[in-house]
Each structure stands twice: as structure tokens, then as C-alpha cells.
């Protein structure tokens, strides 16, 4: 990509089915879910940088007895940082006590963070700050152990102060407006009320508070409690959730936004963020690895085993397709197949802005996410190529000899043009600079792109547009092709996420300044502006629950091509000599290669949820108003 945009969490959670005795005589440790979490992390590392948590729950411990354990970092290598706090205790208590080494429930009842039941998070902050507190997992906790509640996950929420709100009516006092603190303490209120419920039944059968402890663990209804909490919830989410007493969830949004994967046996019952994680750590085929239905929750029970229940009524599934094909590691089997046929359904708008002329134009990749497109649209370039010989050769009995024979030679020229210096840092605080050394971030290979040439360069997505214009097209410029050609697998990017990543004002993002710029060379900018921002007030000053999207005005009177060409013209300075043409994939294009994740509002505008459309209204509201604050 080659804008940095900051984006989704990841979430591991995993339960052991069997006494750690069992993992230690089967697998050779007892450390064998700690072994698994760390790597059930660090595959999904891609997912959260700026912070890692970790927390378990111990089985069956006396009272007085430690069982919730957890550790947060937001260090620069935070999974590291975590994991090498775990080693160096577990470390220190076998330098204290040898023998303990190979007794698994010593280990377990003397070292925190061995336990049965363990919950992992990389995060990646979308706004707020980065500092630990604002690390994942959250810790709720209470001396009933039923009423200690750990709570992770991969999401945004649009209507946090509605529910803020609605904890404050209940009488309850949070420590702080956050999506993750207020759902965790919407969950804990329905929590306390259905163990003091249960509680109060139990007494009038007879038991005794001791008695009552493990009955109120047996009784307890996860999916009711869970219906409650996220009766109000509107936005994209994958929450996880331990309870003290070892039951735990993760429950998934109406509509499927964010991604959550699961596989069970009689050993262990794990989830991830992301198929490839599972199948590699566990050694599990393809198909044995489950995704979770919008909706529902995968609950397991201490004691009970594992279901799934409908939590909220599914809607139409939009998976977000962004999140899939662009973030996700490529080692899902579908995700590549998806990502090469981005890039194949971009060869005719290719062929068409290279006029045909395959003998005169070398391709390559912006590096590296954007490689598996780019052999899918080469992929379709031979193809065309095989398919013009098959005509050529059965037009007629008797083919021009001379043409053939060059058609035989015809083959896509194919060479690493742009390789970026993993190694340079902006460190210089001038602006001026910085753009230089912004515009030297890729290096380029010399000697292979002649000036009769067309260089066709592929990315997974172009948002601002900022290194784009001081660093990509810089150095392509300086090999000195006829045209440069940069081609994104995404379609334009005109709308604000509010369901996970960090991509909230409209005014960054290049194709809505592409936009504007043609109301201004239409004389039409100050009246577009100022009845969009009346729309836009209107919907929010009225509290209309589902509003429309009237910042779609804005693209409305313009084809996605006049964009593109207003995009280039923004991009390209004096400097650039070269011909520069910049195309985009389609929506339709999109929804072919990656029909089961139809998630596509940053593209369309087409919000899952109401408070999407809410957001998008707010945002424009604060471009106009110059208002640099969230919109949600």
C-alpha cells in the first residue's frame, strides 16, 4: 500500500479441554498453550503493532489462590515484550524450585499466566492514545469469581455515547468513555444482574453460599447475557470474553464486518482472526477451520462443552472486503485467488490506456503487498497474448508467417522496478526536508525501461495519494518511460471507515479532493458544498436513526473516470515528464474477485449500519466547519 494506513486488531483465544497433565506427557510441555498462544500472536503480528495483551484463567483453584492472570505492552515489539515477561517468571520459579519442571499442576498452582483458559491481542490504535491502558484485554474484576470478566477485540463501535448513556441511566459510573470500556461494562451490568438472579434461586432451594458458587456457573446463560448487552451495539465486531470461573465467548456483528475463524476438537477449541493462523499453529486442513456466522457467538462452557447460538439476528452479510483483501495475510487460500483475480479484472482497462501495445510496455509491483494482483494481472495479460495467437492462427489456412512468428515472440515484459529501503528514516523534522527523503523511500532498478516505453505499475490501493506524489511517481519518472500507468487493485476510496480502520476525514482522502476540483473547474463547488453540509446538518440536528449518505452528492455528477484522470492531474507536478495515467478497479471488479466479503462503503458509500451514515454526515460537517475532531 502505499499510503500507511493504521487498521484491524487480532484476537486469539484458546481453550485446553484437558488436564495440562495431558499436554505435557502428549506434546513434551506444559507450557503448551502459552507455546501456541505466542504463535497464534505473532502470525497475526500484520494485525497490531502499536500494543499486545494476554490474559488466562487457571481451573479448579483453591480460594486465596491466584487464577487471572494478565500482561500488557505497548513496546515497539509489544508480542516480544509480552512473552518474554511470561518466560522470564516462569523462568525465575523453576530456578527456585527445579523438581517442578516436569509436574505440570506444580507449575500450574505456583507460576501465574498456566492456566486452561487463555485470551491474546495485537492491537492497532485507530484514534485515542497509544499507551497501555489502552491495550487490550480488558480486566473487570470482582471477588465473585463469576462476575470477573476479561473482554478483547477487533472492532469500532459508532454509538458509543448512546450506550455510554445507557450505562449511566442504570446507575452505573464507567471510568471512562471508550467502545471497549462501555461494552465491557454493558456485558458486566447484564453479568451481575444473572448471577445475583441466580443467586438469590439457589438460596431459596437450600444451598449455602459455598454450595451455591459452582451451581451459579453451571446455570449461567452466556447467550442471554450477550443478547442484552448487544441489543444497542451498532458498528463492525469481533469480541471475545473470559469469565472468571473459565466460560467464555466470541461473538460476531449482525452484518460480519470484522472476521472471526474456529476450530474445535477434543483437546482444545481455538479462535483467530484469520484462517491461515489456525491451519498453520494447529496443523488443521482447510476445511476444518470454521468461520463464524454474522450474529452469532461461539460459546464455550467450563464445564458443557462448546455451541454456537444466534446472539442478533444476522443481516445481509457485508464482510468487509477491504479488511479481507487488502490487511489480512495472504496465505488463506481464497484470499490469494482473490487478490490475483483483483488483479485480472483490471487487464482491459490496462490494455485500453496502454492502447494496446504490449511489445513497448514493461509491468511490474509496488512492493510487496500488492504482488499477488500483480501475477494475476499478468496472468490475464498471457492469456490475451495465447488467445490473439488462437485468432491469428484460425483465421484463415494460410496465416501471415511474419506476423505469427512476431505474435510467437510477443511474451509481458516483467521486471522489479520500485524496491523500497526498508532502512531509511524520516527523521529530519523540516518539512522540506522530509519530502526528500520521502521521495527517495523506493529505489528503483535502472537500464530496463526504455523511453518508447508504457511502465504499468500495480498497488493494492491508493488513499491519500501522498507517496504516491513525493516518492512512487519521483522515481519512476527518473527511468524515463513515455507513460506511466499506476494501477490500483482497489476501486477509489471516496468514504470514511467507522468500523475499524484508521480512515476518518473525508478531506484526506485524494479521490474526494479530486472531486471538489472538478466542482471547481465546474463553478459548482460553493453550491455543492454548502447544500451537502445543509443535508448533513439537518440529518444530525433531527437524530434521524437511519439518515442517508449525502455526501454521495458530491461524486454524483462525475464518472469514476473523470475522477481517476483529476486524480492524476492532482498527483503529477512540472516535474514528472512522463505521461501519468492512473486507473482504478471497479466495484463490480471487486465484487467478483471477493464475493463472499461484499463489504464495500469505503468505496460506495453503501454503510452497513446506520451509524455509518451518521459518521460519513458528521465528517463532512467538520470538513466545512474545519472541525479536526472524530466524527464518531
Known amino acids: 500500500m502505499s499510503d500507511a494506513i493504521k487498521h484491524e486488531c487480532g484476537i486469539a483465544l484458546l481453550q485446553l479441554k484437558k488436564p495440562l497433565a495431558f499436554y505435557k506427557e502428549k506434546y513434551g510441555s506444559a507450557f503448551y498453550g502459552i507455546n501456541k498462544m505466542y504463535l497464534l500472536m505473532e502470525k497475526q503480528h500484520n494485525r497490531g503493532q502499536d500494543g499486545a495483551g494476554f490474559a488466562s484463567i487457571k481451573f479448579d483453584v483453591n480460594p486465596g489462590q491466584r487464577y487471572i492472570s494478565r500482561v500488557r505492552s505497548a513496546d515497539q515489539q509489544p508480542i516480544q515484550k509480552i512473552f518474554k515477561i511470561i518466560n522470564s517468571r516462569i523462568q525465575k520459579q523453576i530456578e527456585l524450585e527445579p523438581e517442578i519442571i516436569n509436574d505440570a499442576e506444580a507449575l500450574k498452582s505456583r507460576v501465574p499466566y498456566i492456566g486452561e483458559l487463555m485470551l491474546g491481542h495485537v492491537r492497532y490504535g485507530t484514534f485515542g492514545k497509544n499507551n497501555i491502558e489502552s491495550v ?87 447467550s442471554k447475557i450477550l443478547r442484552k448487552a448487544s441489543k444497542n451495539w451498532d458498528g463492525g465486531y469481533a469480541m471475545a470474553g473470559l469469565f472468571g470461573h473459565g466460560d467464555s465467548f466470541v461473538l460476531r456483528d449482525p ?42 457467538a461461539l460459546i464455550t462452557k467450563k464445564v458443557g462443552g462448546t455451541s454456537i447460538k444466534k446472539i442478533q439476528e444476522p443481516q445481509t452479510k457485508k464482510a468487509c472486503s477491504f479488511e479481507r483483501i487488502y490487511f489480512s495475510r495472504g496465505g488463506d487460500a481464497e484470499i490469494y485467488q482473490e487478490r490475483k483475480d483483483l488483479g485480472k479484472a483490471l487487464f482491459p482497462l490496462v490494455h485500453k490506456a496502454i492502447s494496446g501495445d504490449l511489445e513497448n510496455t514493461v509491468f511490474s509491483f509496488i512492493p510487496n503487498t500488492a504482488e499477488t494482483s500483480f501475477y494475476g494481472l499478468i496472468g490475464a495479460v498471457q492469456d490475451h497474448v495465447r488467445a490473439t495467437l488462437r485468432e491469428e492462427l484460425f483465421k484463415t489456412n494460410t496465416p501471415d508467417s511474419e506476423a505469427f512468428s512476431k505474435l510467437l515472440e510477443l511474451k509481458p515484459r516483467i521486471e522489479k522496478i520500485a524496491i523500497k529501503d526498508a532502512k531509511l528514516r524520516t527523521f529530519i523534522t523540516e518539512d522540506s526536508d522530509r519530502d526528500d527523503l520521502v521521495a527517495h523511500v523506493y529505489d528503483v532498478t535502472y537500464g530496463v525501461v526504455k523511453p518508447s516505453d508504457n511502465l504499468v505499475i500495480i498497488d493494492d490501493s491508493i488513499v491519500r495519494g501522498t507517496t504516491l506524489q513525493k516518492s512512487i511517481l519521483r522515481m519512476l519518472d527518473r527511468l524515463g518511460p513515455k507513460k506511466i ?22 478531506e484526506e482522502f485524494i479521490a474526494f479532493r479530486a472531486a471538489l476540483a472538478l466542482h471547481e473547474d465546474d463553478g459548482t463547488y460553493e453550491e455543492i458544498i454548502a447544500s451537502v453540509y445543509k443535508n448533513c446538518q439537518a440529518s444530525i440536528l433531527e437524530g434521524e436513526k437511519t439518515p442517508p449518505n449525502h455526501v454521495k452528492a458530491i461524486y454524483a455528477p462525475y464518472t469514476n473516470e473523470q475522477i481517476s484522470s483529476k486524480i492524476a492531474y492532482l498527483l503529477k507536478n512540472d516535474l514528472i515528464k512522463a505521461e501519468v495515467e492512473i486507473l482504478f478497479q471497479t466495484i463490480d471488479g471487486l465484487h467478483l474477485a471477493c464475493p463472499k466479503n461484499l463489504g464495500d462503503w469505503y468505496f460506495s458509500g453503501d454503510y452497513p449500519t446506520p451509524g455509518g451514515c451518521r459518521v460519513v454526515n458528521q465528517a463532512f460537517v467538520n470538513f466545512v466547519e474545519k472541525n479536526n475532531k472524530r466524527a464518531y
Open 255 to 296: 452484518v460480519g464486518i470484522r472476521p472471526v475463524y474456529y476450530y474445535s476438537d477434543d483437546e482444545i477449541v481455538v479462535v483467530a482472526s484469520e484462517r491461515p493462523v489456525i491451519q498453520t499453529v494447529f496443523n488443521v486442513p482447510y476445511d476444518k477451520v470454521k468461520e463464524l456466522e454474522p450474529g452469532h
Open 136 to 222: 487490550h484485554p480488558f480486566l473487570r474484576q470482582n471477588n465473585w469469581m463469576h462476575r470477573n470478566l476479561i473482554v478483547a477485540g477487533n472492532f469500532n463501535l459508532t454509538n458509543v455515547n448512546e450506550l455510554f448513556q445507557n450505562l449511566v441511566d442504570l446507575g452505573q459510573h464507567p471510568k471512562e468513555k471508550a467502545d471497549t470500556i462501555t461494552v465491557m461494562e454493558k456485558i458486566g451490568h447484564f453479568l451481575d444482574d444473572a448471577v445475583a438472579k441466580i443467586y438469590k434461586n439457589l438460596r431459596k432451594e437450600g444451598y449455602s453460599k459455598k454450595e451455591a458458587s459452582p451451581k451459579i456457573a453451571e446455570r449461567l446463560k452466556i
Open 485 to 506: 500507468v499506476v494501477v490500483s487493485s482497489a476501486p477509489q476510496i471516496r468514504y470514511p471507515d467507522c468500523y475499524g480502520i484508521d480512515m476518518a476525514k473525508l
